[in-house]
């Protein structure tokens, strides 16, 4: 098992933008073997999906299905003779508008890729680390999972359900070595959080105590340190990322 980050193998999941982009980007500069996923239709900052680009190795991954989800797993396990961290940064934000201005079927898609691939992620990447006696995963919740965002129903319910998953993976796997955690950002400039009207985004802004939203580089600081061999004695919890915005 790795004794540092330098020694871990990663795969990170939406790694071709935002949060995922940066800890792909840092993972790697901090001398971890790393290999990125996301949808096929996914525009790489560097290179193309299955390709070694500036972004490092790359493959395609829809996390909405879970064949795709395996065969990707299965590539990456191949490609890194292992697996040791697997950041799940996969995730959309939908329409933001009220409750009855949302369909179910916008409901349904949102809940798709934020919580039910998530599971998907899980099941096929948990089995793999366990056996190895050693790993860890990491799945992005937000601060709307914690206090609901208002006109974000659907994103908010996704991203609660990710503090009930890893709980519950967490307690499953606390004696395999395995790790399962969540990171819940409040606001972190990437293109995801650009879909957030500016009025929205202003009184999001105006809760924060620091004054200012986060970056992407942000994130994967404290991304780097949940998957790291260092972070052995937490499982099952939820990390702020919020400039003081959350309080529970
Ligand atoms: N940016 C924020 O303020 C913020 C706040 C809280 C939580 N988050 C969460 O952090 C995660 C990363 O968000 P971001 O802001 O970097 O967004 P982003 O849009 O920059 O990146 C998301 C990535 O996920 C990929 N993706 C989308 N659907 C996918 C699918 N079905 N299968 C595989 N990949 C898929 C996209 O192609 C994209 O590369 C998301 O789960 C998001 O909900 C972001």
């Not at 004054?211 to 990390?239: D, H, K, M, N, Q």
């Amino acid at each position: 098992m790795p004794e540092t980050i330098a020694e871990s193998r990663c795969l990170v999941i939406g790694a071709a933008s935002g949060i995922g982009q940066a800890t792909a980007e840092r993972l790697r500069a901090s001398g971890a073997a790393v290999v990125g996923a996301d949808l096929p239709s996914a525009r790489w900052p560097g290179g193309h999906a299955g390709t070694s680009g500036p972004m490092g190795r790359s493959l395609t991954m829809d996390v909405t299905d879970a064949g795709s989800v395996h065969s990707a797993v299965t590539d990456a396990v191949r490609a890194l003779g292992g697996l040791d961290a697997v950041v799940n940064c996969a995730g959309v934000l939908g329409p933001v508008a009220p409750a009855a201005a949302t369909s179910v079927d916008d409901f349904e898609r949102i809940l798709a890729v934020n919580l039910t691939g998530a599971f998907a992620v899980s099941r096929a990447v948990l089995p793999v680390m366990a056996a190895a006696g050693y790993g860890r995963l990491v799945h992005m919740s937000s601060t709307a999972g914690k206090e609901g965002v208002i006109n974000m129903p659907a994103y908010s319910a996704s991203k609660a359900g990710i503090l009930g998953l890893v709980k519950s993976l967490a307690k499953e796997f606390a004696l395999t070595g395995v790790t399962v955690n969540a990171l819940a950002p409040g606001n972190v400039v990437t293109p995801l959080f650009q879909e957030v009207p500016a009025e929205q985004q202003a009184a999001q802004a105006a809760k924060i105590p620091m004054g200012r939203f986060g970056t992407p580089e942000e994130a994967a600081a404290l991304i780097e340190f949940i998957v790291s061999p260092a972070a052995s004695y937490t499982t099952g919890f939820v990390f702020d990322l919020s400039g003081g915005r959350a309080t529970y």
